[in-house]
């Protein structure tokens, strides 16, 4: 098992590598070039989940991610979409049926951590970006939204990483690169920028072992960390592996 707070280039995740193997991935260069144009003119995504406590890889032909999210918080039904350039909401939805606006932007990816729930928002398109992550906050009779921070670039995907003391931070795939942020601390670290996978559309992402595998269009990152993100430390991103289909 690789070392809870340093990653050597050799210490990679045998579940991280079953998935690969299960899912026909092999490590590639990353692409460049002609190669990111293929790439980005893919129609296969790869959508990266932990399902019955294993880590899965599936692909998928065009992929369309849902334009509606719906959760509960607090006995409170919540309705997310996401319509791209064409807009999306936050909004509470009474016992009625009448829905109440809380947040008027694309909604990218809901986490609810105990009694608060962070909403991530935004979009990437042409030569914009944008990004904000929310925390909804309330009880049965009234539920609310705050602005928590912007952020330098569209999310795309979200993760999470927890240490023994019930903290956790998130890891926000942005539409070209990578930060970490700590609700408790209001601490924000940018890991990466500039990234290959601007323009291959992130989808998902999942941290274990001190390494965070992103699915995209045509293939999968893993990106290994110097250090675990936390309290007091430096994350540093190590190294960066790109694994897609083997050319015939």
Request: hydrophobic content about 40%; aromatic content about 8%.
């Amino acid at each position: 098992m690789c070392a809870l707070l340093f990653i050597s280039p050799s210490c990679f995740s045998g579940e991280i590598e079953d998935a690969l193997s299960r899912a026909g991935l092999v490590e590639s260069n990353i692409p460049t070039g002609g190669a990111w144009l293929a790439a980005n003119h893919n129609l296969v995504d790869y959508v990266v989940a932990k399902n019955a406590g294993q880590l899965t890889i599936k692909e998928e032909k065009n992929l369309h991610r849902p334009q509606e999210t719906k959760i509960t918080f607090n006995g409170k039904s919540l309705i997310g979409t996401n319509k791209g350039e064409w807009g999306g909401n936050l909004s509470v939805v009474d016992s009625d049926g009448t829905a109440h606006l809380l947040i008027r932007d694309n909604i990218v990816q809901l986490i609810q951590e105990k009694d608060e729930l962070f909403v991530f928002t935004g979009l990437a398109h042409l030569a914009s970006a944008r990004g904000a992550i929310y925390k909804v906050t309330g009880n049965k009779e009234d539920v609310n939204a705050e602005k928590v921070t912007l952020l330098p670039g569209a999310p795309e995907a979200v993760a999470i990483e927890r240490n023994d003391r019930e903290y956790f931070a998130f890891l926000i795939v942005t539409d070209n690169g990578l930060i970490s942020f700590s609700p408790k601390f209001l601490e924000m670290k940018v890991l990466a920028i500039d990234q290959f996978w601007h323009g291959l559309y992130p989808n998902s992402a999942y941290l274990l072992d001190n390494q965070l595998v992103i699915g995209m269009r045509s293939g999968v990152a893993v990106l290994s960390f110097r250090q675990i993100v936390g309290i007091g430390s430096t994350p540093r991103v190590e190294k960066i592996q790109y694994f897609s289909k083997k050319v015939k």
